[in-house]
């Protein structure tokens, strides 16, 4: 099986590129067995549909407008994205990963097995760095990560 970890944001808005801090933390702090694939994908949106296409299982790791506290992790299986049963406005880039999911459905090429792990930002002031409360998530949300693959049979070892 094929997974796809796809980290979406914007990197000079602080929370905002908090999908591609997840990315670089895995890359830093994990070994990736050859089935497990890292997207830093930017604020691409529907120009990265085909690395969607590529996998079996697929995690996108994005900020969202919802209620809650900074750094909380809401999260949607494949159904309710297409359905609609997420917040009014999911992040500042979800036109993107909607139609993504839109085409590739139209497509024929959608897997299946897909979640958004939506978090609460606290800012989206310019700057490259994450606020505390997210800064702080990141290894929380790896080890999250690490066990719902682990109950798949797919592994990923940390760095030493």
């Known amino acids: 099986m094929k997974v796809l970890i796809f980290g979406a944001g914007n990197l000079l808005l602080s929370d905002e590129g908090f999908g591609v801090h997840f990315i670089r933390f895995l890359e830093q702090h994990y070994e990736l067995p050859s089935e497990v694939e890292l997207y830093d994908a930017g604020t691409l949106g529907i120009m990265a549909t085909h690395k969607l296409e590529e996998a079996e299982r697929v995690y996108i790791v994005d900020v969202i407008f919802a209620d809650g506290e900074p750094g909380q992790c809401l999260r949607y299986r494949k159904e309710e994205l297409m359905l609609d049963h997420i917040p009014v406005k999911l992040s500042p880039h979800q036109v993107g990963v909607q139609e993504m999911l839109q085409v590739s459905e139209m497509r024929g090429c959608c897997p299946q097995d897909i979640e958004l792990w939506g978090v609460i930002p606290a800012s989206f002031e310019p700057g490259s760095e994450l606020t ?8 929380i949300l790896a080890g999250e990560l690490v066990s719902d693959l682990a109950r798949t049979g797919v592994f990923l070892r940390p760095r030493r």
Do not use: A, E, K, S
């Not at 505390?132 to 290894?139: D, I, K, N, S, Y």
């Open 132 to 139: 505390p409360p997210l800064r702080q998530r990141l290894p």
